[in-house]
C-alpha cells in the first residue's frame, strides 16, 4: 500500500542522511519505524479508550483483593 506524509526539514534532512550514510532507502527506515512504534502506539490509545470507559463506569474494574481471591493466590 503506497501513503504519502509530510516531513519537517529536519526529519526529512535526518531521514535522508541516514538513507546516504548506510546506503538503505528512506522508505526501509520508514517501514521500520512504522512498523516498530506502531505496537506503542496501539498500546496507548488502546489502553486511554480502557481508561475512559473506566471512567464512564462502562468498564467493570476489579480489585487486586478480589483477583487474588478469585484465583486463589491468597491460599
Known amino acids: 500500500m503506497a501513503t504519502s506524509i509530510r516531513l519537517d526539514a529536519k526529519t526529512e534532512q535526518r531521514l535522508h542522511s541516514l538513507s546516504v550514510r548506510t546506503g538503505r532507502s528512506?522508505?526501509?527506515?520508514?517501514?521500520?519505524?512504522?512498523?516498530?512504534?506502531?505496537?506503542?502506539?496501539?498500546?496507548?490509545?488502546?489502553?486511554a479508550d480502557v481508561v475512559e470507559r473506566v471512567r464512564a463506569g462502562q468498564e467493570e474494574v476489579y480489585s487486586a483483593e478480589q483477583v487474588r481471591k478469585d484465583l486463589g493466590l491468597d491460599d
Open 26 to 47: 528512506k522508505a526501509f527506515y520508514l517501514r521500520q519505524i512504522i512498523e516498530k512504534g506502531l505496537e506503542d502506539v496501539e498500546d496507548y490509545y488502546l489502553a
